[in-house]
């Protein structure tokens, strides 16, 4: 399956195939928990929506994922959780920030997934697990990295999940 090692700034995995990356974002999901905050980095085509599709999968959405690129959130809802899954990449106005409310969005009740982070970073709360995409020869690089102790917590559980 994947690879990966760990260190003290974080896990790195290698993600060999669209496939792969569908099966860790859902493993994934089995760590999330409501008021988390998650960033995804990377260039165009390296997967971010690939792992948010993955990661919903793995929640329970059914239905289809679609990237968000045009109005930059969409709302999935499930069972009693609200997820957003946010792609800034088109976003260059904070007033549009402001107008569209999604600062409410980041809240204890809410899981928000964030593609392109760093167009609005200065807007966002700070990241309880960053999710870093390099494009390699043989598929994927991704880093982890949490920001928060919320963030240390999850990785530890995943750690410990996938390494009973």
């Not at 980095?41 to 968000?68: C, D, F, M, Y």
């Not at 809802?77 to 792609?87: G, N, P, V």
């Not at 007033?95 to 982070?117: D, H, K, M, Q, T």
């Amino acid at each position: 399956m994947h690879s990966s090692y760990h260190n003290n700034s974080g896990t790195t995995c290698h993600l060999e195939s669209e496939s792969i990356t569908l099966t860790f974002g859902a493993e994934i999901a089995t760590i999330l928990r409501p008021g988390l905050i998650i960033f995804l980095n990377g260039n165009l085509g390296a997967g971010k929506t690939t792992l948010a599709r993955g990661i919903l999968r793995g929640l329970g959405h059914e239905g289809k994922v679609k990237s968000p690129t045009y109005n930059l959130v969409e709302l999935y809802k499930i069972s009693r959780l609200y997820f957003y899954h946010f792609d800034f990449y088109r976003f260059t106005d904070p007033i549009e920030w402001e107008e569209a409310g999604f600062r409410e969005y980041f809240n204890e009740s809410s899981i928000c997934l964030v593609e392109w982070p760093e167009k609005a970073e200065k807007l966002l709360p700070i990241a309880d697990i960053r999710i870093s995409f390099t494009i390699i020869e043989t598929g994927r690089k991704i880093e982890i990295q949490a920001g928060t102790e919320v963030g240390r917590q999850c990785l530890k559980d995943w750690q410990v999940k996938r390494n009973p």
